[in-house]
């Protein structure tokens, strides 16, 4: 077996979760066609069900039920934030999303990763911080360990891979400086 091949047996036979977050991964997925297929307008049944899954959802969220998130208990959003159609929340680690945040379509908010300087390319699960007062514009990416801050703007389609300051607006590929807010 070459270098690479056990580098990869080894990813696979290694353990990423526990046996508890196995189980409410699993029950999450069996639950998740109720919160999927739930009418648009139904906020606060969708508010319910992710607290029900240790989410932390403040008053007045407004998640699409198209929008997918993945680990509810690694969520927490702030009063008045809006989660739009089909944005993808791979919190394999703690997503914090503040108040009066918009995420637009299809956006792609990602806390997951691999090492690739380790040949078994061990899973990373790292933090995303989306301060109060951002949008993050239709199709943007935002990737693991990215502090997005307060009052900040990430045009649409940017791929951002740095933290974002204060009040600043972001676009492109990648993510560069455009103006303020």
Known sequence: ????????????????????????????????PLYRFSPRLLWGWRRFMLRCFGAKVGDQVHIHPTAKVFIPWNLEIGD???IGFDVCVYNLGPLKI????????????????????DASMPLIKAPITVQND???????????GVIIGERAVVGARSVVVKNVSDSIIVAGNPAKEIGHR
Request: proline share 2%.
């Open 134 to 144: 951002v949008w993050i514009c239709a199709d943007a990416f935002i990737g693991p």
């Open 1 to 32: 077996m070459n270098t690479s091949s056990s580098g990869i047996q080894s990813n696979r036979s290694s353990r990423k979760w526990t046996r508890n977050e196995l189980l409410a991964r699993a029950l999450w997925s069996f639950v998740h």
């Open 80 to 82: 008045w934030s809006a």
């Open 98 to 117: 503040g108040q009066n945040v918009t995420i637009s379509q299809r956006a792609h908010l990602c806390g997951g990763s691999h090492d690739f300087t």
